[in-house]
């Protein structure tokens, strides 16, 4: 079965740390862009950082440059977020996804197919 | 940064209704545009990538148009597991920006 599933969230003060991962099996996921995406409580969905399947091309949004770093082990078939100086406004329901990254006349699209069910970030004193 | 909108921002409908819901970009995206589903408490859901390319599995009441900066998003017959919220997303450019999303809830 292809999935994804995430870990690492929890309960962390204002300025403090967390690890999250993202495990993936059933597919290869070397080959595939990953990305994150979270979800403030009651709030839309937002776009947060991806990696491409060798490790060679991040991107990240800009209210997390500086703090949030995105990378991969394909070995351990594993996507990271080290998330540094964490702020109230970083809680949320944080989610792997995969890329299927399809692709026509030499024009490749995003198309997030395989999606992890979550993992809960609070940043609370 | 490129800026999505999305219209209406909620919707009641019925069974069997025809839906439509508008995204708008703030600049040119060409088709570089996705639609997700999202159901209270699940991961969202992808329907639709490159405007209008359906993807495998999805049922095909669903379907996609439009290309530069308005693309719509049509549920030919709504059936009862379709009320959920709809999101749309860019993808032409670094950040991604999804819409604000659609909440589309039963008449």
């Known amino acids: 079965e292809v999935q994804l599933v995430e870990s690492g969230g929890g309960l962390v003060q204002p300025g403090g740390s967390l690890r999250l991962s993202c495990a993936g099996s059933?597919?290869?996921?070397?080959?595939?862009?990953m990305t994150w995406l979270r979800q403030a409580p009651g709030k839309g969905l937002e776009w947060v950082a991806n990696?491409?399947?060798?490790?060679?091309?991040?991107n990240v949004v800009d209210s997390v440059k500086g703090r949030f770093i995105i990378s991969r082990d394909n070995a351990k078939k594993s996507i990271y977020l080290q998330m540094n100086s964490l702020r109230a406004e970083d809680t949320a329901v944080y989610y792997c996804?995969?890329?299927?990254?399809?692709?026509?006349?030499?024009?490749?699209?995003?198309?997030?197919?395989?999606w992890g069910q979550g993992t809960m970030v609070t940043v609370s004193s | 940064a490129i800026q999505m909108t999305q219209s209406p921002s909620s919707l009641s409908a019925s069974v069997g209704d025809r839906v439509t819901i508008t995204c708008r970009a703030s600049?040119?995206?060409?088709?570089?545009l996705g639609w997700y589903q999202q159901k209270p408490g699940k991961a969202p859901k992808l329907l639709i990538y490159?405007?209008?390319t359906l993807q495998n599995g999805v049922p095909s009441r669903f379907s996609g148009s439009g290309s530069g900066t308005d693309f719509t998003l049509t549920i030919s017959s709504l059936q009862p597991e379709d009320f959920a919220t709809y999101y749309c997303?860019?993808?032409?450019?670094?950040?991604?920006?999804f819409g604000p999303g659609t909440e589309v809830d039963i008449k």
């Open positions: 059933g597919f290869a996921l070397s080959t595939y862009w």
């Open positions: 990696i491409k399947g060798d490790g060679s091309d991040k």
């Open positions: 996804a995969r890329d299927s990254n399809p692709h026509r006349y030499g024009h490749n699209w995003d198309a997030f197919d395989i």
């Open positions: 600049q040119d995206i060409r088709n570089d």
């Open positions: 997303l860019q993808d032409y450019n670094y950040p991604r920006a």
């Open positions: 490159a405007a209008s």
